[in-house]
Nanobody, 121 residues
Framework: QVQLVESGGGVVQAGGSLRLSCAAS????????MGWYRQAPGKQRNLVAS???????NYADSVKGRITISRDNAKNMVYLQMNGLEPEDTATYYC???????????????WGKGTLVTVSS
């Protein structure tokens, strides 16, 4: 069984910073792409940033220059460093990873339960 657990959310003032972490655990053979998505109340879930196993990154235009995604393959972790936060960044942030378990011959997308980020003006 594989699970993803996010941490690091909270309340921060506009202009502040937060670092989100996501830990993958369980019967993991390999992890392919990892990413962060966010969903504001009443809106759809959208990609914030993603990173391949080789370290190639992709960012939503709205966060470029303010947010950095990184991963530690040895620890099965992915991080999201968020600087210059704006009230529009308020959302629940979800971690997603494509993980191949030992019991499988292909990768499956797993999601965490999310961590809430609130940016006050």
């Amino acid at each position: 069984q594989v699970q993803l657990v996010e941490s690091g959310g909270g309340v921060v003032q506009a202009g502040g910073s937060l670092r989100l972490s996501c830990a993958a655990s369980g019967s993991i053979f390999s992890i392919n792409a990892m990413g962060w998505y966010r969903q504001a109340p009443g809106k759809q879930r959208n990609l914030v940033a993603s990173i391949t196993s080789g370290g190639r990154t992709n960012y939503a235009d709205s966060v470029k220059g303010r947010i950095t995604i990184s991963r530690d393959n040895a620890k099965n972790m992915v991080y999201l460093q968020m600087n210059g936060l704006e009230p529009e960044d308020t959302a629940t942030y979800y971690c997603k990873a494509n993980i191949r378990a030992f019991t499988s011959s292909y990768g499956i997308d797993y999601w965490g339960k999310g961590t809430l980020v609130t940016v006050s003006s």
